[in-house]
């Protein structure tokens, strides 16, 4: 029998609190969903942690200053650079500051523990938040699977840990934390394709995954110091920031030559597309160039000036994870990003560049349209016959070529100089294609010929970095949502946005027009999403949010 | 006999009291506990992966040319993480140095 409430005893509420404390810690996806768990949309939160050492003088700034810096908006710090960056779909308002803690070891203790190749350089992190933990006047441990940033006083080392969390000086900048941040969120760093030092590491410092090898903007007199550049394409595809309208995949449309119009990645507002994928490797989808048009203002305000940029995504084999390498003109001085492409049977040029307009107009020519999907290669019946075939199957037809003289009537017959001998007949891959095969290579040539169109063309199957396992689609929630659903729960959701205003009261109510008629709740499938659904449905959206991720066909990537 | 939740009331404070010694014996005496272990994972990736946090000359050129310099060919890379170089601004010959960290410019002598 339970005991009546009004028994329950000072040292039974401490009990309580505490067992409900640790069960809403464990209930609290969102506090690491940033980790790896693209595609993401919503603010992330961090654990600012704040340290001295025990003989440190006092910080040069209060957590007050770290607030403005990292976590409040309207400050153009790293809250304001992140919303930007994601076109609104993110911030980092409900990261916590916290400190300034002191731990028990001097600056000299903590500077033996090593920098880079020392075993112990991460002991200085835990150093830190154990020092946080023990506080005795406001002991903070951050929640289980929350990205972490120590902040020491004054600085002795500059880290990122993928996944964990980072450790930073105290006069850090703009540019340091939104790296870090680009780690927290799982981007790995860019690379170029510099022959000195292959594939050389830090070399796109239009990238801020390339950081401090950046292209910041010096902001003199700056609160935050430097800020930018934002990060490139690729990576802000990678979160399912772009709308799927902005995306534009060279070939899926089966057209060799698309002239089109870029809008510069920083300026939304401007009409075009944001990113172009030229898928040109049938071996492996993921593997494509990008194309970018980048205005040198905003956080790209340091950049030497505005550029179209063409990055390859290609496969590192040593790391497993996909990398972004800008190309750049290394046999020109400066070594300037590449202006025109032409390789792999692509071809990308400028054709203009509008400045005022922030967009920049260009040319793809991509021959992947007439190539095979993976596993096909043209049959060649005849030099220009495309069909994709099984490779037996091409060497098939070239046999049957090889022999068609000898199965030829010499005397003809019937069907005039191409009469075929008793037992064979016209093969008929293509218009006139006396070639004489057994009955049975003919039915398998028109096979092939039927199934033509759904081995062609391996760029109908590029759906870049968010693609989805077999058996899931894109829910479609709206143009950017990126989630991995089954058919019928996208077809569901399509159902419901038919009629958005369906279950929505009339009258509005406490929540404003939005306000939903009893009974019903906000879908809540992305932030904002404020179509009313019973319960259920909402639960159901909420488990494939948290399911995003290993859903994705790529998920390890970067 | 002893209500269960009496049991589990005395085992927590009991454990409050050991957290509460460990706390303070850690603070006063700065023992460390193990590394955690996947910050010990973390310190063999970043000993494979030193962060080349400086600037390269390309990267301080252009920030010099952003703050109104010329003739920023003449970069050298000093023996303390800064930049050298003998620029021209307003058609006024300066040296100047350039952290290769923090971006920060120092006129020179």
């Given at each position: 029998m339970l005991r009546p409430?009004?028994?329950?005893?000072p040292t039974q509420w401490i009990w309580l609190c505490c067992a409900i404390a640790i069960v809403i810690a464990t209930m609290a996806?969102?506090?690491?969903?940033?980790?790896?768990?693209?595609p993401y949309r919503g603010p992330v939160a961090w654990s600012i942690v704040l340290c001295t050492f025990s003989?440190?003088?006092?910080?040069?700034?209060?957590p007050a200053y770290y607030r403005d810096l990292?976590?409040?908006?309207?400050?153009?710090?790293l809250s304001d650079f992140l919303a930007a960056v994601s076109y609104g779909n993110?911030?980092?308002?409900?990261t916590v500051v916290k400190g300034w803690y002191t731990m028990p070891f001097t600056r000299a203790q903590e500077e033996?523990?090593?920098?880079?190749?020392?075993?112990?350089?991460?002991r200085k992190y835990q150093d830190c938040l154990d020092a946080a933990a023990h506080s005795a006047h406001d002991p903070y441990t951050p929640p289980p699977g929350q990205l972490v940033a120590v902040v020491t006083s004054p600085g002795i080392d500059l880290f990122g840990m993928i996944g964990i969390g980072s450790y930073l000086p105290d006069n850090v900048d703009m540019v340091g934390m939104s790296h870090e941040v680009g780690h927290g969120l799982g981007f790995s760093h860019s690379f170029s394709n510099n022959p000195v030092a292959a594939n050389?590491?830090?070399?796109?410092?239009?990238?801020?995954?390339s950081a401090y090898n950046v292209f910041a903007d010096?902001?003199?007199?700056?609160?935050?110091?430097n800020a930018g550049p934002g990060f490139n394409a690729h990576h802000v595809d990678e979160m399912g920031w772009l709308p799927r309208p902005r995306i534009f995949t060279a070939?899926?449309?089966?057209?060799?030559t698309n002239s089109l119009t870029l809008a510069a990645l920083n300026h939304?507002?401007?009409?075009?597309?944001l990113i172009a994928r030229v898928p040109f490797d049938p071996a492996d989808l993921f593997h494509y160039y990008t194309v970018e048009f980048r205005k040198?203002?905003?956080?790209?305000?340091?950049?030497?000036g505005s550029t179209v940029l063409i990055h390859e995504t290609k496969l590192d084999a040593a790391a497993g994870v996909y990398h972004t390498y800008l190309l750049r003109?290394?046999?020109?001085?400066?070594?300037?990003?590449?202006q025109a492409l032409n390789d792999n049977g692509v071809t990308i040029s400028i054709e203009s560049v509008n400045q005022a307009a922030n967009q920049a107009h260009i040319k793809i020519v991509n021959q992947i349209v007439d190539r095979c999907l993976q596993g096909f290669v043209w049959r060649e019946a005849s030099p220009s016959?495309?069909?994709?075939?099984t490779p037996a199957l091409r060497a098939q037809a070239a046999a049957d070529n090889a022999l068609a003289a000898a199965r030829?009537?010499?005397?003809?017959?019937p069907f005039g100089p191409d009469t075929c001998l008793q037992g064979f007949v016209w093969r008929?891959?293509?218009?006139?294609?006396?070639?004489?095969?057994?009955p049975a290579t003919r039915t398998q040539a028109a096979a092939d010929n039927q199934a033509a169109a759904s081995r062609h063309?391996?760029?109908?199957n590029v759906f870049g970095p968010n693609t989805c396992v077999v058996g899931f689609v894109w829910r479609?929630?709206?143009?950017s949502d990126f989630v991995c659903v089954t058919g019928a729960e996208r077809s569901t959701v399509a159902g419901e946005n038919a009629?958005?205003?369906?279950?929505?009261?009339?009258?509005?109510?406490p929540f404003g027009p939005d306000t939903c008629l009893t009974g019903f709740v906000w879908r809540?499938?992305?932030?904002?999403?404020?179509?009313?659904?019973v319960p259920p449905r909402r639960d159901q959206v909420r488990a494939d949010n948290n399911q995003a991720h290993a859903r994705l066909m790529r998920p390890n990537d970067e | 006999m002893r209500h269960p939740l009496t049991t589990a009331c005395h085992c927590f404070a009991g454990c409050c009291v050991a957290v509460l010694c460990a706390t303070g014996a850690w603070a006063q005496q700065g023992e460390r506990a193990p590394l955690r272990a996947d910050l010990q994972a973390a310190a063999e990736h970043l000993m494979h992966h030193p962060h080349p946090y400086a600037m390269t000359e390309e990267v301080a050129r252009v920030r010099l040319e952003k703050f109104g310099?010329?003739?920023?060919?003449?970069l050298q890379p000093t023996a303390h993480n800064t930049f050298q170089a003998e620029v021209m601004k307003n058609g006024e010959a300066r040296r100047v140095e350039i952290d290769r960290i923090t971006g920060e410019l120092r006129p020179l002598q």
């Open positions: 409430f009004r028994q329950v005893g996806p969102d506090q690491a969903q940033a980790n790896n768990a693209r003989d440190s003088p006092a910080p040069p700034h209060d990292i976590v409040n908006r309207g400050t153009s710090g993110s911030d980092l308002t409900p033996a523990l090593g920098g880079g190749g020392s075993p112990t350089r991460t050389e590491e830090y070399d796109d410092p239009w990238d801020m995954m010096p902001r003199p007199g700056a609160r935050f110091g070939g899926a449309d089966g057209q060799l939304p507002e401007a009409p075009g597309f040198a203002d905003g956080f790209d305000g340091g950049l030497p003109d290394n046999g020109a001085p400066g070594r300037p990003p590449i016959d495309h069909v994709c075939v030829r009537n010499p005397a003809g017959g008929e891959a293509f218009p006139n294609d006396h070639v004489c095969v057994v063309n391996p760029a109908r479609e929630a709206d143009a009629n958005p205003a369906l279950h929505r009261n009339p009258a509005g109510g809540d499938s992305f932030p904002g999403d404020h179509v009313c659904v | 310099f010329e003739r920023t060919q003449s």
